[in-house]
């Protein structure tokens, strides 16, 4: 493939960089670099659906992936032992009677179960199902908190407090003070802008700048109304960097003043105001306890499991344990989804239930706070957000989403019926067909639809007809500006008579050049093709210029022509009308 002047630069300049970088970095002189790699990386291992395991390769963000010849190993003498590929094994083998499991199926998804028993290559299994279907109640609360607890812009924050914007911008992040020879923080340290950092349930980055929420606002005003004295000093100079505290008070009851600030400061962090990346998407603490207080009332109504036999479930409606982190790492969740730890190590008990209340996007994983049904020894508060021994950070891999089923094994019966419903909403997935719907019928006759009319007696706006009732096949060029498309066809409406001209003849817009889809090339008058004339193995469109006029244009006698013989006012007089040149033949 040829590549320009400017691709050849940046190959040049590539090969450079790969050859410096392995000598002024990795001490290997390689040469001159005049092949380069394209390479695979390599993601990890996932279980297909016959058991095999094999592995997987994706583009991994701000990872190199391309590589000089001379440094590719062909062959590996001492592979690493957790990127081996294996065969699939007999279902007894991998699944053998007694063993536990989690059920994929879209009957009691993410249930754990444990076979009994084999039936050629499939197996029987006891299903723990659930009696009643589990509310989702974690989405409803995360919603009910996000209308009583809005974010506000920082301007509006400004105009409703009476702040001029600096000071503001000053105030709810660090603010340094000198006091004596101690530089003394004394903002409410509620962002972060060069650590990119957030106070949950206080402060939040958009695309239009800082938000800050109702808490933020009270706490503002509480500050102001505790050291009104403060604020109006720093309103009269917000334009300043490190301010003396003399600016605010006299020297006399300064360090006093100093001291009070300060303590009302440190009671204010002591609250549990916690830090999280911008990018973070977590619940606050008091939504999070509204979410246990749900999960407790419905455990406390009553036992919603029973025990259920099933027959012949196939290899693929089974997650194993062992093989949670190679077929759960794609899924994808949002705040307040359900989940079940389905991993075979790790702090939290295998089989437990818990509500998604926070998303930390690490460097090749998403990291969830989940807060959990019931407690456990390893359990946390995670940052005095849930109770004690309720809350636990895990991988997306270590748990199985319930609330967006993505692992899911469905039947054939399954799968159809829900391509069905998706056809139905208008969601069809790619490479799914489903029968088109049927055309509308039609509003007027074949042969109306053949010159493109309308019934009742409506002109249609490409036949332009006399008296006569003779018609110019000169198409109209469109209303606006362009090329035509041979595709579309403009509605017929009625033309009112007031508009025709004597003769029965109606101003034209100028004709219409005709577009190949082929070159884009317009077809010109002087090489206009004829109708189904071939030109290199393609069918040219028809030119609707190289149309000849109609012969009822000469006709003697026809009404509105120039000077026939039945005209008004005898032989060879019309209506003041210029006769034109004798007609000269054209070649067409």
Not at 321 to 333: G, L, N, T, V
């Amino acid at each position: 493939m040829p590549h320009g002047p400017y691709e050849v630069e940046a190959w040049k300049r590539k090969a450079e960089r790969i050859e410096a970088h392995y000598s002024k970095r990795l001490a290997m002189v390689i040469g001159p670099v005049e092949i380069v790699m394209h390479v695979a990386m390599l993601k990890g291992l996932k279980r297909t659906d016959d058991g095999a395991m094999v592995k997987d390769y994706a583009v991994i963000p701000g990872t190199e992936t391309d590589f000089a010849a001379q440094t590719i190993v062909t062959e590996v003498a001492s592979e690493d032992q957790r990127f081996l590929e294996s065969a699939a094994v007999d279902v007894t083998e991998e699944f053998p009677v007694g063993s536990k499991a989690f059920y994929l199926g879209d009957f009691n998804y993410g249930r754990p179960l444990q076979v009994v028993g084999h039936n050629m290559g499939k197996m029987n299994i006891y299903l723990l199902t659930e009696k009643t279907k589990e509310p989702q109640f974690g989405h409803e609360i995360a919603a009910q908190a996000e209308q009583h607890n809005p974010y506000i812009p920082s301007y509006q924050v400004a105009r409703m407090l009476g702040f001029n914007p600096l000071v503001l911008s000053k105030i709810t992040s660090s603010f340094s003070v000198m006091v004596g020879d101690e530089r003394q923080n004394l903002g409410l340290n509620l962002k972060f802008e060069a650590k990119k950092l957030k106070v949950l349930g206080y402060s939040r980055k958009r695309g239009n700048g800082w938000e800050f929420s109702e808490k933020a606002i009270a706490l503002l005003r509480e500050y102001r109304e505790k050291f009104p004295d403060f604020f109006q000093a720093l309103e009269r100079n917000p334009h300043g960097d490190i301010y003396q505290d003399t600016e605010f008070y006299p020297a006399d009851i300064v360090k006093q003043k100093m001291a009070e600030i300060k303590n009302w400061l440190n009671s204010i962090q002591s609250n549990g105001l916690e830090k999280v990346p911008l990018e973070a998407q977590q619940l606050d603490g008091d939504t999070v306890k509204r979410i246990e207080a749900a999960v407790d009332s419905w455990l406390a109504d009553g036992d919603h499991k029973a025990r259920k036999s099933i027959s012949n479930v196939p290899r693929r409606a089974l997650l194993k344990p062992a093989d949670a982190e190679h077929r759960c790492s794609d899924q994808k969740f949002t705040i307040g989804d359900r989940v079940v730890y389905v991993q075979d190590s790790g702090k939290v008990p295998i089989g437990s239930r818990g509500t998604v209340i926070g998303l930390t996007q690490a460097a090749r994983l998403t990291l969830l706070d989940v807060v959990w049904d019931a407690t456990f020894m390893s359990g946390t508060t995670l940052g005095e957000r849930c109770s004690p021994f309720r809350g636990m950070t895990v991988p997306v891999g270590s748990v199985l989403n319930l609330t967006d089923r993505q692992v899911v094994a469905m039947s054939a019966a399954a799968a159809s019926k829900k391509v069905a419903q998706q056809a139905a909403n208008g969601q069809v997935p790619v490479g799914s067909m489903v029968n088109a719907p049927n055309p509308p019928p039609l509003k007027a006759g074949y042969s109306d639809a053949a010159r493109r009319g309308y019934r009742g007696g409506h002109m249609n706006t490409h036949q332009v007809n006399g008296r006569g009732g003779h018609s110019l096949p000169i198409h109209p060029g469109p209303s606006h500006q362009g090329v035509h498309n041979q595709n579309h066809r403009e509605p017929a409406s009625p033309v009112p008579r007031g508009n025709m001209m004597r003769g029965g003849f109606q101003p034209q817009r100028p004709p219409v050049i005709i577009q190949r889809p082929q070159n884009q090339n317009p077809v010109t008058p002087s090489a206009a093709p004829i109708e189904g004339e071939k030109s290199e193995g393609r069918v040219l469109p028809r030119s609707y210029q190289a149309v000849p006029p109609p012969p009822s244009l000469n006709r003697i006698g026809y009404r509105g022509g120039w000077g026939g013989q039945q005209g008004r006012g005898g032989h060879g007089k019309g209506r003041g009308v210029v006769p034109p040149p004798p007609a000269q033949d054209v070649d067409w």
